[in-house]
């Protein structure tokens, strides 16, 4: 018994520290974003703000500072490109890659050469894209529009997608297809009202992580973008380092901003995220 | 009936593979166009073509060895301890009170942006004032320059990895564990087996394709670790923390457009990565996990 | 499923909504330096109430990607900004993409404001951050240098002084020269004197970034810029900077050039993580308390002005030139770009940023430093801020990057190699920087 009771308590501490490390950060974040100014550095760190604030968001009449470093009223027009970025990223992601997926998965297009290709594509560093993509977009006038950056998010989240679809897809009974069309369905009507409402689990996880990829990437948004007309979140804290100073306080606001709407997003997702995240892989 | 089948199935990838032929493949030989090039865009002056130049400075340049060597230390630390620390948390939290609660609480930094995790680590990470060397302080160690020493700050950027990415393997994993049938486990507990055997004999043999799966993936993944070097070290102190992507990036843009050779140091990190890939996919068997 | 729909639904109409409105007017599109982007803004809404049909949409650009994307933008013509500051060692680089303006002025005298005087900038301003081969290719906007920041009460302290007197034998006084430095930094570090009331002497930043590149140059332009330097090197070339020779080779491979790194590395002990730290951290630890010393960019006085450590300001904080006399400089300009198709509102926009009376008001608001001698003269602005005759003598003495077009090449090759030499890595001396040196040549042939 008393065995049971130490092996326990051990357990809890050891979960205490888990989420200690993995929080910790997260929590640092968040307290910043309400902390005043004098509260932002100093020894020992303010571990609990004994008063909180709300001029990290609404801005403060302080110093030399305007509304542009010291608020994130303009936030706006950025969450609302992040959010179109993201949610058309995740949306034509699933679209394209689920119907490559079943394809692949029941009739073995192109086989184990475009499969490969498809892998190898999700290997691809964004960094080796960068020069042509802007070159090609410049030519295209694409630069600085949602449209830039949500295609090249698409090259990144389509591949793992399909990837993990074709897996699903194939978890999928053959003969519920077959059944299909021999009473006269056509692939397209199979694919689209039978085979996935069963897989919806895989595709609303893949939607997820597209979303959750999207929301997040710097670098092709920082080459692709360049005003309030295309520019996504994390490109929109730049803004808050400055020669005068660094301004942790809305920095971490806006962190906070960009981080709140992928954080419920996924939550909500997570029962299909545990069920889609497979790969198929586990065989029984 | 047969070719309407196959005219409807090829059409459904063909979204993909026009696609893809368009912004990979026309990257792609526009880079190896511009590889054999001299092409900076601060020069003002057109492309001219100089040969294999590009592809021999690479192996004198100090920068790709620091790079390189930086790369390596993070596949050699980094990833083991992810994985291992992702399994341990994935079989740690079965059945345990709380088990879901948990369980949504650690994605939390697998959804955190990285620019924002960079912001967050830097302050954590601050030599006089940050929490990091706080803790470490009650513990009577004293501050550690974390982002202002070679080895420190390679400790750093392999700290913020693990948080980041820890919580993706744990999820694999964690989701692995739920698909492995009750029964199995079942029948092993009849058979006498505890839960060591169990994990030994049952559980790790089914998940051994998802372990393949996530080396493979971290392995690229850190072949592209960029942002978060970007916000908190920019590379630095001297070379220790320069990231292949990162010092692709500062060639091929922050000096100004070196086209010419970023191309070359891309075309080089694709055809390692696509080796790696090969070697890996063979390995762990892709196709009969995909049935093709 | 059902939920994802509605949310998409949701986003649609978001799309659709704000786009109906179609706009007439000419919108100008300013790219801004973070540090500059507020003050610009508030002369935008300015310049929007007199010219209503012009839309003026300042965009913050971190300094990082600045650079890169107006080059970017500049080489392939795309104009997808009108008007943006530039760096003033980046003139070099980006000088092809910018109009210039004294032909521009020329050929549309319907646009020229008469009061806007453009002999009333000084000449070496003028020159570095507006001219490039003969071109006006920008007007300066941020006359931006760096002073020698120190904690007043510190250094008037009778207790302190007696101490330092007893440790050194030598007066307590703020430090005119980098030797001197050594002294007193050490004397206000914690580890090395247990009564001393600040943690660390003095805060220096030698990060991984471009800032090492021009705080080298608090260390070794007092040597290049010596009678003896002047001799052995030549006068400084404002294209080329203190780095190099008259006859544009580089001068910093040389007996001198090592012991600006090794004053560097001398102060490095009394000073908190200076090689993780930029100007983010040490305008920080002066701020705190923490350090006693900090050499730093105009900018910081607001944040200073306000750290609760630091009051009563008026007897805390001092401004001082740099020790050995070398300031840094560190302007911006503002410039117009050659595909631009709103060239004439541009110019109006750019005309009425520099102009005399929002020199002025930049600066008493914002304190973005003044780049007209007129503002720098007026008397209200001397009272409101005693940095301001600093100025006018740092103006005249501070030491230049170079703004060749390869500079941030070279700087990126220099950076990496005096870290390493800081750490300890490298070895530090002319052999070693011989080879930074061959680099540089090589760079430059092409």
Same mark, same amino acid.
């Given at each position: 018994?008393?065995?049971?009771?130490?092996?326990?308590?051990?357990?809890?501490?050891?979960?205490?520290?888990?989420?200690?490390?993995?929080?910790?950060?997260?929590?640092?974040?968040?307290?910043?974003?309400?902390?005043?100014?004098?509260?932002?550095?100093?020894?020992?760190?303010?571990?609990?703000?004994?008063?909180?604030?709300?001029?990290?968001?609404?801005?403060?009449?302080?110093?030399?500072?305007?509304?542009?470093?010291?608020?994130?009223?303009?936030?706006?027009?950025?969450?609302?490109?992040?959010?179109?970025?993201?949610?058309?990223?995740?949306?034509?992601?699933?679209?394209?890659?689920?119907?490559?997926?079943?394809?692949?998965?029941?009739?073995?297009?192109?086989?184990?050469?475009?499969?490969?290709?498809?892998?190898?594509?999700?290997?691809?560093?964004?960094?080796?894209?960068?020069?042509?993509?802007?070159?090609?977009?410049?030519?295209?006038?694409?630069?600085?529009?949602?449209?830039?950056?949500?295609?090249?998010?698409?090259?990144?989240?389509?591949?793992?997608?399909?990837?993990?679809?074709?897996?699903?897809?194939?978890?999928?009974?053959?003969?519920?297809?077959?059944?299909?069309?021999?009473?006269?369905?056509?692939?397209?009507?199979?694919?689209?009202?039978?085979?996935?409402?069963?897989?919806?689990?895989?595709?609303?996880?893949?939607?997820?992580?597209?979303?959750?990829?999207?929301?997040?990437?710097?670098?092709?948004?920082?080459?692709?973008?360049?005003?309030?007309?295309?520019?996504?979140?994390?490109?929109?804290?730049?803004?808050?380092?400055?020669?005068?100073?660094?301004?942790?306080?809305?920095?971490?606001?806006?962190?906070?901003?960009?981080?709140?709407?992928?954080?419920?997003?996924?939550?909500?997702?997570?029962?299909?995220?545990?069920?889609?995240?497979?790969?198929?892989?586990?065989?029984? | 009936?047969?070719?309407?089948?196959?005219?409807?199935?090829?059409?459904?990838?063909?979204?993909?593979?026009?696609?893809?032929?368009?912004?990979?493949?026309?990257?792609?030989?526009?880079?190896?166009?511009?590889?054999?090039?001299?092409?900076?865009?601060?020069?003002?002056?057109?492309?001219?073509?100089?040969?294999?130049?590009?592809?021999?400075?690479?192996?004198?340049?100090?920068?790709?060895?620091?790079?390189?060597?930086?790369?390596?230390?993070?596949?050699?630390?980094?990833?083991?301890?992810?994985?291992?620390?992702?399994?341990?948390?994935?079989?740690?939290?079965?059945?345990?009170?709380?088990?879901?609660?948990?369980?949504?609480?650690?994605?939390?930094?697998?959804?955190?942006?990285?620019?924002?995790?960079?912001?967050?680590?830097?302050?954590?990470?601050?030599?006089?004032?940050?929490?990091?060397?706080?803790?470490?302080?009650?513990?009577?160690?004293?501050?550690?320059?974390?982002?202002?020493?070679?080895?420190?700050?390679?400790?750093?950027?392999?700290?913020?990895?693990?948080?980041?990415? /820890?919580?993706?393997?744990?999820?694999?994993?964690?989701?692995?564990?739920?698909?492995?049938?009750?029964?199995?486990?079942?029948?092993?507990?009849?058979?006498?087996?505890?839960?060591?055997?169990?994990?030994?004999?049952?559980?790790?043999?089914?998940?051994?394709?998802?372990?393949?799966?996530?080396?493979?993936?971290?392995?690229?993944?850190?072949?592209?670790?960029?942002?978060?070097?970007?916000? /908190?070290?920019?590379?630095?102190?001297?070379?220790?923390?320069?990231?292949?992507?990162?010092?692709?990036?500062?060639?091929?843009?922050?000096?100004?457009?070196?086209?010419?050779?970023?191309?070359?140091?891309?075309?080089?990190?694709?055809?390692?990565?696509?080796?790696?890939?090969?070697?890996?996919?063979?390995?762990?068997?892709?196709?009969?996990?995909?049935?093709? | 499923?059902?939920?994802?729909?509605?949310?998409?639904?949701?986003?649609?109409?978001?799309?659709?909504?704000?786009?109906?409105?179609?706009?007439?007017?000419?919108?100008?599109?300013?790219?801004?330096?973070?540090?500059?982007?507020?003050?610009?803004?508030?002369?935008?809404?300015?310049?929007?109430?007199?010219?209503?049909?012009?839309?003026?949409?300042?965009?913050?650009?971190?300094?990082?990607?600045?650079?890169?994307?107006?080059?970017?933008?500049?080489?392939?013509?795309?104009?997808?900004?009108?008007?943006?500051?530039?760096?003033?060692?980046?003139?070099?680089?980006?000088?092809?993409?910018?109009?210039?303006?004294?032909?521009?002025?020329?050929?549309?005298?319907?646009?020229?404001?008469?009061?806007?005087?453009?002999?009333?900038?000084?000449?070496?301003?003028?020159?570095?951050?507006?001219?490039?081969?003969?071109?006006?290719?920008?007007?300066?906007?941020?006359?931006?240098?760096?002073?020698?920041?120190?904690?007043?009460?510190?250094?008037?302290?009778?207790?302190?002084?007696?101490?330092?007197?007893?440790?050194?034998?030598?007066?307590?006084?703020?430090?005119?020269?980098?030797?001197?430095?050594?002294?007193?930094?050490?004397?206000?570090?914690?580890?090395?004197?247990?009564?001393?009331?600040?943690?660390?002497?003095?805060?220096?930043?030698?990060?991984?970034?471009?800032?090492?590149?021009?705080?080298?140059?608090?260390?070794?332009?007092?040597?290049?810029?010596?009678?003896?330097?002047?001799?052995?090197?030549?006068?400084?070339?404002?294209?080329?900077?203190?780095?190099?020779?008259?006859?544009?080779?580089?001068?910093?491979?040389?007996?001198?050039?090592?012991?600006?790194?090794?004053?560097?590395?001398?102060?490095?002990?009394?000073?908190?993580?200076?090689?993780?730290?930029?100007?983010?951290?040490?305008?920080?630890?002066?701020?705190?308390?923490?350090?006693?010393?900090?050499?730093?960019?105009?900018?910081?006085?607001?944040?200073?002005?306000?750290?609760?450590?630091?009051?009563?300001?008026?007897?805390?904080?001092?401004?001082?030139?740099?020790?050995?006399?070398?300031?840094?400089?560190?302007?911006?300009?503002?410039?117009?770009?050659?595909?631009?198709?709103?060239?004439?509102?541009?110019?109006?926009?750019?005309?009425?940023?520099?102009?005399?009376?929002?020199?002025?008001?930049?600066?008493?608001?914002?304190?973005?430093?003044?780049?007209?001698?007129?503002?720098?003269?007026?008397?209200?602005?001397?009272?409101?801020?005693?940095?301001?005759?600093?100025?006018?003598?740092?103006?005249?003495?501070?030491?230049?990057?170079?703004?060749?077009?390869?500079?941030?090449?070279?700087?990126?090759?220099?950076?990496?190699?005096?870290?390493?030499?800081?750490?300890?890595?490298?070895?530090?001396?002319?052999?070693?920087?011989?080879?930074?040196?061959?680099?540089?040549?090589?760079?430059?042939?092409?």
């Amino acid at each position: 018994m008393l065995r049971k009771i130490i092996i326990s308590f051990l357990k809890w501490i050891l979960l205490i520290i888990i989420l200690f490390f993995f929080l910790f950060p997260v929590y640092w974040l968040v307290t910043t974003a309400f902390k005043h100014s004098q509260d932002w550095f100093s020894w020992p760190p303010v571990l609990i703000p004994r008063s909180l604030t709300l001029e990290n968001f609404t801005g403060q009449a302080r110093g030399f500072e305007g509304s542009l470093s010291s608020s994130i009223e303009n936030i706006v027009p950025y969450l609302k490109n992040s959010l179109i970025i993201a949610l058309f990223t995740s949306l034509f992601c699933t679209i394209i890659s689920a119907s490559a997926a079943y394809s692949i998965a029941r009739f073995k297009t192109g086989g184990r050469r475009l499969a490969s290709w498809i892998v190898s594509i999700r290997m691809l560093p964004p960094i080796s894209t960068v020069l042509p993509i802007y070159i090609l977009f410049r030519n295209l006038k694409l630069l600085d529009t949602w449209w830039a950056v949500i295609l090249m998010h698409l090259v990144f989240t389509i591949p793992f997608s399909t990837w993990v679809l074709i897996s699903f897809f194939n978890g999928i009974p053959k003969e519920l297809d077959e059944a299909a069309y021999i009473d006269g369905a056509s692939i397209w009507k199979t694919f689209l009202y039978l085979i996935l409402p069963l897989s919806a689990p895989g595709i609303a996880a893949m939607a997820t992580l597209a979303f959750i990829m999207s929301w997040g990437e710097f670098l092709i948004a920082l080459i692709l973008t360049s005003s309030p007309r295309s520019q996504t979140l994390p490109i929109f804290l730049g803004r808050y380092i400055t020669g005068f100073r660094i301004a942790w306080g809305p920095l971490a606001a806006a962190g906070l901003v960009t981080m709140i709407p992928v954080i419920v997003f996924s939550f909500t997702m997570q029962r299909y995220l545990l069920k889609g995240l497979t790969f198929g892989a586990v065989k029984y | 009936m047969e070719k309407t089948i196959k005219k409807s199935a090829i059409l459904m990838v063909l979204p993909l593979i026009l696609f893809f032929v368009f912004l990979t493949i026309f990257p792609f030989l526009y880079m190896l166009f511009m590889s054999f090039h001299h092409y900076n865009l601060l020069e003002w002056k057109p492309p001219y073509f100089i040969g294999l130049e590009n592809y021999i400075n690479v192996f004198k340049d100090q920068g790709v060895k620091s790079s390189l060597s930086f790369t390596i230390t993070l596949v050699l630390v980094a990833l083991p301890i992810e994985i291992l620390l992702g399994t341990f948390i994935a079989i740690f939290i079965q059945n345990l009170i709380g088990e879901k609660f948990v369980r949504s609480v650690l994605l939390i930094p697998m959804m955190v942006p990285a620019v924002v995790a960079g912001v967050m680590w830097k302050m954590l990470f601050n030599v006089e004032y940050g929490p990091v060397n706080y803790f470490l302080s009650l513990l009577n160690i004293d501050k550690i320059p974390w982002l202002g020493s070679s080895f420190y700050s390679k400790v750093a950027v392999i700290i913020m990895d693990i948080w980041q990415w /820890t919580p993706f393997i744990f999820l694999v994993l964690y989701a692995g564990i739920q698909t492995i049938p009750q029964d199995l486990i079942e029948a092993g507990k009849v058979d006498g087996a505890n839960r060591w055997m169990i994990l030994r004999h049952i559980e790790f043999p089914m998940l051994k394709p998802l372990f393949w799966i996530l080396i493979i993936l971290r392995l690229v993944d850190i072949l592209k670790l960029f942002d978060i070097v970007y916000m /908190t070290t920019f590379g630095g102190p001297g070379y220790a923390t320069h990231s292949i992507s990162f010092y692709i990036y500062k060639v091929s843009v922050s000096f100004g457009w070196d086209v010419g050779y970023g191309s070359a140091l891309s075309v080089l990190l694709l055809v390692v990565i696509t080796i790696l890939t090969t070697i890996l996919i063979r390995t762990m068997r892709l196709w009969e996990l995909l049935e093709l | 499923m059902r939920k994802y729909l509605v949310f998409l639904m949701f986003v649609l109409i978001f799309i659709l909504g704000p786009n109906l409105q179609a706009q007439k007017e000419v919108v100008l599109n300013v790219w801004s330096s973070p540090d500059n982007a507020d003050a610009l803004t508030d002369i935008a809404n300015r310049f929007m109430q007199k010219y209503p049909n012009i839309k003026v949409q300042v965009t913050p650009i971190s300094w990082e990607v600045l650079y890169p994307r107006m080059l970017a933008d500049v080489a392939t013509k795309t104009g997808a900004f009108d008007v943006a500051t530039w760096d003033v060692m980046t003139a070099g680089a980006v000088a092809p993409g910018f109009v210039d303006l004294e032909e521009f002025r020329k050929q549309n005298p319907d646009l020229v404001d008469p009061k806007w005087d453009p002999k009333d900038f000084d000449p070496t301003i003028w020159h570095i951050a507006g001219i490039w081969a003969g071109k006006n290719i920008g007007i300066p906007f941020y006359c931006n240098t760096m002073l020698f920041y120190y904690r007043k009460d510190l250094f008037n302290d009778a207790k302190l002084k007696a101490q330092f007197k007893a440790m050194t034998g030598k007066t307590l006084k703020v430090p005119t020269t980098w030797e001197e430095t050594i002294d007193v930094a050490k004397f206000f570090t914690k580890k090395f004197n247990p009564n001393s009331p600040t943690d660390y002497g003095i805060a220096l930043m030698f990060p991984r970034t471009h800032t090492l590149f021009y705080m080298y140059l608090l260390f070794f332009a007092p040597y290049r810029r010596s009678p003896e330097g002047i001799k052995k090197w030549g006068e400084v070339d404002l294209d080329y900077g203190d780095y190099f020779t008259a006859d544009k080779k580089p001068a910093f491979n040389s007996p001198e050039g090592v012991k600006a790194l090794e004053m560097m590395k001398a102060l490095m002990p009394y000073s908190p993580d200076p090689l993780g730290s930029d100007y983010g951290e040490t305008l920080e630890y002066f701020a705190k308390g923490t350090v006693a010393m900090v050499p730093q960019w105009t900018g910081v006085w607001a944040n200073f002005k306000v750290a609760p450590a630091l009051q009563p300001f008026d007897k805390k904080v001092g401004v001082a030139m740099m020790p050995s006399g070398r300031s840094v400089s560190g302007n911006w300009a503002l410039g117009l770009n050659i595909a631009s198709k709103n060239k004439r509102e541009a110019f109006l926009f750019i005309q009425f940023a520099t102009n005399k009376e929002n020199d002025k008001i930049k600066f008493m608001k914002f304190g973005v430093a003044p780049s007209r001698l007129s503002t720098v003269r007026d008397p209200e602005v001397r009272k409101a801020d005693p940095r301001v005759s600093v100025f006018l003598e740092t103006i005249k003495t501070q030491s230049h990057r170079p703004r060749i077009p390869e500079e941030p090449k070279l700087e990126d090759i220099t950076v990496g190699a005096f870290s390493q030499i800081l750490l300890g890595e490298r070895p530090n001396t002319v052999e070693e920087l011989n080879k930074i040196a061959d680099e540089w040549m090589k760079i430059l042939k092409k």
